[in-house]
């Protein structure tokens, strides 16, 4: 591997993209930007947070004024310093980037890294302790609450975040790890831990979480009931209980064995009959 900057040899360095030097001295060649590139990117930061203010007052009830949501609102202050971290970072500038997102997750408990791509109305709710990781793709009309982490898997420089599509609501505490797709239309319960690919329109709960097809209610464009969930295993329990029913009825209704008697011992791990 070479350093980005100055082409120095960064042997045995795995994981670095600049040398120490280059670091250090913050030598950044700015002449080799393409300037209209850079007006459109500067654009897009005016854009986003415009998109991002309004998701704010259309999803959460206790926004009242836009002084108020500019300066209280941490989710609001951690996603404005990322995009302009963002926008150092696709640019290729050394450190700030990293320097940004640092100050963000002083100031808000909230840590994203200047590398992800995060498109519009995006809203974090609260947000404390809210991480999202370099290479985590989330797409438009996404909202997350608090404790929510977008994890990677892996050490190896490559795809190890998790790709959201739009319009999903990840509740508190959900953790989404490793380069897994989360379709669009989904809806990631509270405390869930999600490992697998989820298709679109689904509902995901639990520790592994599971899938729970919404066939025909597809989540609304604006949509805060992420504690609004169905429970699997209380699911598996009442199923179970339906079957051992039916399985009793159909044994003491046989005429064969309606004079003998039965007697069902549960022992202690519930073995035996």
Do not use: W
């Not at 808000?108 to 947000?127: K, L």
């Amino acid at each position: 591997m070479h350093c980005l900057n100055c082409g120095k040899d960064l042997r045995g360095k795995n994981g670095h993209a600049y040398c120490a030097e280059c670091i250090l001295d913050l030598d950044y060649k700015a002449s080799d930007l393409d300037h209209e590139e850079l007006d459109k990117s500067l654009q897009k930061i005016l854009d986003f947070f415009i998109s991002d203010v309004n998701a704010a007052f259309h999803k959460d009830p206790a926004a009242n004024t836009l002084l108020e949501v500019l300066m209280s609102y941490p989710g609001i202050k951690a996603v404005l310093i990322y995009r302009i971290a963002h926008f150092f970072f696709k640019i290729g500038m050394p450190f700030i980037p990293r320097y940004l997102s640092d100050i963000a997750r002083e100031i808000t408990g909230i840590e994203i890294h200047p590398g992800a791509q995060i498109g519009s109305d995006f809203f974090i709710d609260h947000g404390s302790g809210v991480v999202i990781g370099e290479t985590s793709e989330i797409g438009n009309n996404v909202t997350i609450y608090a404790g929510v982490v977008l994890g990677g898997v892996s050490l190896e420089q490559k795809k190890r975040h998790p790709t959201i599509g739009n319009n999903v609501v990840i509740g508190t505490g959900a953790k989404l790890l490793g380069p897994i797709t989360i379709g669009d239309d989904v809806k990631v319960g509270a405390n869930s831990v999600v490992v697998n690919d989820v298709p679109s329109n689904s509902v995901v709960v639990g520790v592994p979480g599971k899938i729970i097809s919404r066939e025909g209610d597809k989540i609304k464009r604006i949509d805060l009931a992420h504690g609004d969930l169905p429970d699997p295993l209380s699911i598996a329990i009442a199923t179970l209980n339906s079957r051992i029913k039916f399985l009793e009825d159909k044994l003491l209704n046989n005429d064969k064995h309606k004079k003998n008697n039965y007697e069902i011992n549960f022992g202690e791990y519930g073995e035996g009959i």
